[in-house]
C-alpha cells in the first residue's frame, strides 16, 4: 500500500527528493502558481514555514499550470518569483499537473485521500493538504483560505 512517505518528487533544482525525508514533520503540500491572484499567499506560509519550522513544519511547494495557465515559466522563473519576490525558503518542486490522466502521484495519493467538494479533482490553485507527521493527511483547505487562518489548525497538529 502506497503512504505518502513512499512517494517521491523531483524539486525545482532537479534533485529526486523521497517524501520519507519528511517523516516525523507536520507537511502542508500545496499546488502554487507565480500569476494568481491567490499568490500572495507565498508571503503568509513562509511567515508560517518561519515561525513553526523548528517545531517540525514543512511546506512543499509545487507550481501547476493547469488552472488559467497562471504558472507559464521555467524552473529558473518560478525560483526568482518565489524567491525574490516573497523570500520563499520551504522546498520547492517541479512543476506539476494536479489533475488528469498525468497527475503526479503525490496529488494523486493526496486527493484520494481528502478528495474535497470536487471529489477527486482539485478545483484552483492555492489547495493545500495538511500530512501528519506519520505520513497521513489529515485535512484539506480550499485556495481562499489563507495561512494565517490555518494556524490554529497547524498548531494543533504539532501539538505545542
Given amino acids: ?18 517524501m520519507s525525508d519528511y517523516a516525523g514533520k507536520l507537511v502542508l503540500v500545496v499546488n502554487t502558481a507565480s500569476q494568481c491572484g491567490f499568490t500572495p499567499q507565498y508571503a503568509g506560509l513562509e511567515a508560517l ?12 511547494g509545487f507550481p501547476c499550470n493547469q488552472f488559467g495557465k497562471q504558472e507559464p515559466g521555467s524552473a529558473d522563473d518560478i525560483a526568482q518569483t518565489c524567491h525574490i519576490n ?10 506539476v499537473e494536479v489533475n488528469g490522466a498525468g497527475a503526479h502521484p503525490v496529488f ?7 478528495p474535497g467538494i ?6 484552483w490553485n492555492f489547495t493545500k493538504f495538511l500530512v501528519g507527521r506519520d505520513g497521513k493527511p489529515l485535512k484539506r483547505f480550499a485556495p481562499f483560505t489563507t ?9 494543533a497538529a504539532l501539538k505545542i
Avoid: C, N, W
Fill in 1 to 18: 500500500m502506497t503512504t505518502f512517505h513512499h512517494l517521491e518528487a523531483t524539486s525545482l533544482r532537479g534533485e529526486l527528493i523521497s
Fill in 49 to 60: 514555514y518561519k515561525k513553526y519550522a523548528s517545531q517540525g513544519l514543512v511546506i512543499l
Fill in 86 to 95: 516573497y523570500g520563499v525558503s520551504f522546498p520547492m518542486f517541479e512543476k
Fill in 108 to 114: 494523486r495519493y493526496l486527493k484520494d485521500e481528502l
Fill in 118 to 123: 470536487l471529489g477527486g479533482r482539485i478545483k
Fill in 147 to 155: 495561512p494565517e487562518k490555518m494556524e490554529g489548525t497547524i498548531v
